[in-house]
């Protein structure tokens, strides 16, 4: 198990680094970054090969290897065992609202999808080219791991915590979180380019990324062990009712709807009316939720439209959601199956709650758009 004070004290940066070796004049490729950010080796002819000599990518690596393995062991692994056991064969999108750069846990969920479609108020940022780079790794790479102390450790990113750490330095943004997730994850990244929605909710490419659009992002795809290429959107749009009916975005998700939902640690923001489109969207659209508390009230889950299977413990919201609290959510949970992982807020494994709900034979996927209406608490 990684000791939890070694590695946010070389999180900080309180080690020192050798120089940088020199760079090499042509661009790495997104692959090749991705590994290199997550700890992996690149390519024997990649021009960041130089770079793993730098002892403060050796300490990267160490520090990764540990904290990737442990997440492996405490949590990703069993959530994989979890999946393949209970979330039936559905569809090949993925809807995870509310994740910012959380690859990690929609493929550890959804291992098998073909799309998966992230969304967050951050920034994915544009990646430099590492090899081009002046100076030492050791402050950019400290930096990153930084920001994945808490989604490492607990399962979640802290949004405030999440939007200092990724505008800072020269790796910002989530795309470099993203590259992490998906190298640590086994996949190879074949094709990157940033995107925007038009007005129609159509993916166009961000020609001009200083213009102030709504829904903007990154699209990459990849492959897997089987080769087979997946595609990975990331938009930072607003998902409050406001923003999405100006951004476009559920209009650009129903192309690929239906689909599978997650939705972990997301504050409640599904509980109030400002955030009714998204959750009437994932109803409308979704074969399948996984979701913690935090994620669609039980009150709106029709019980002839689906079936309910609690798996876990609730013990309520953190102090700081108490008013969150929900009765029929704890009389569901007394009969629930047990998990051996903890997840979400209440990250410890006797406290954490998942509700997989599965719509039931004959209930049409595309009834309506947006229309599923609450049932009475």
Not at 11 to 37: C, H
Not at 134 to 143: E, F, K, T, V, Y
Not at 166 to 178: E, S, V
Not at 292 to 317: C, E, K, M, N, S
Request: aromatic share 12%; proline share 7%; hydrophobic share 40%.
């Amino acid at each position: 198990m990684l000791d939890r004070r070694t590695f946010i004290a070389a999180a900080t940066g309180l080690f020192v680094a050798a120089a940088a070796p020199a760079r090499a004049a042509e661009t790495a490729s997104a692959d090749d970054t991705a590994r290199f950010l997550a700890g992996l080796p690149p390519s024997d002819e990649s021009p960041l090969a130089p770079l793993t000599k730098d002892p403060a990518w050796q300490e990267h690596v160490r520090l990764f290897d540990a904290a990737f393995e442990e997440a492996e062991h405490s949590q990703l692994a069993h959530i994989r065992a979890w999946s393949g056991s209970n979330i039936p064969p559905s569809r090949p999108t993925v809807f995870y609202m509310f994740s910012g750069p959380d690859f990690l846990y929609a493929n550890a969920f959804y291992p098998n999808a073909k799309t998966y479609v992230l969304s967050g108020l951050e920034s994915a940022g544009a990646m430099r080219d590492l090899a081009t780079l002046r100076g030492s790794l050791a402050p950019d790479l400290s930096r990153l791991r930084t920001s994945l102390r808490w989604i490492l450790h607990y399962s979640y990113f802290i949004t405030s915590q999440m939007g200092s750490d990724l505008h800072r330095g020269r790796l910002n943004g989530t795309l470099p979180i993203l590259y992490v997730f998906l190298a640590r994850s086994g996949k190879t990244v074949r094709e990157v380019a940033p995107v925007r929605l038009d007005d129609q909710g159509a993916v166009e490419p961000d020609v001009d990324g200083a213009r102030r659009v709504p829904a903007r992002g990154v699209k990459i795809v990849f492959a897997g062990s089987d080769g087979e290429p997946r595609t990975l959107y990331y938009f930072s749009t607003n998902l409050a009712n406001g923003g999405v009916a100006n951004s476009k975005f559920l209009t650009f998700c129903e192309t690929l709807a239906p689909g599978e939902g997650l939705v972990k640690s997301a504050s409640y923001l599904l509980h109030s009316g400002g955030f009714s489109k998204v959750r009437e969207f994932l109803l409308a659209n979704s074969a399948v939720m996984v979701q913690d508390d935090t994620g669609i009230p039980l009150a709106h889950y029709d019980p002839q439209r689906w079936d309910l299977q609690p798996f876990g413990h609730y013990v309520g919201p953190i102090a700081v959601f108490r008013g969150r609290y929900q009765a029929k959510y704890a009389a569901l949970f007394k009969s629930s199956q047990p998990i051996d992982f903890g997840i979400g807020y209440r990250w410890r494994p006797n406290q954490s709650n998942l509700l997989l709900a599965i719509k039931k034979p004959g209930i049409s996927l595309s009834e309506s758009s947006y229309g599923v209406a609450a049932v009475t608490p």
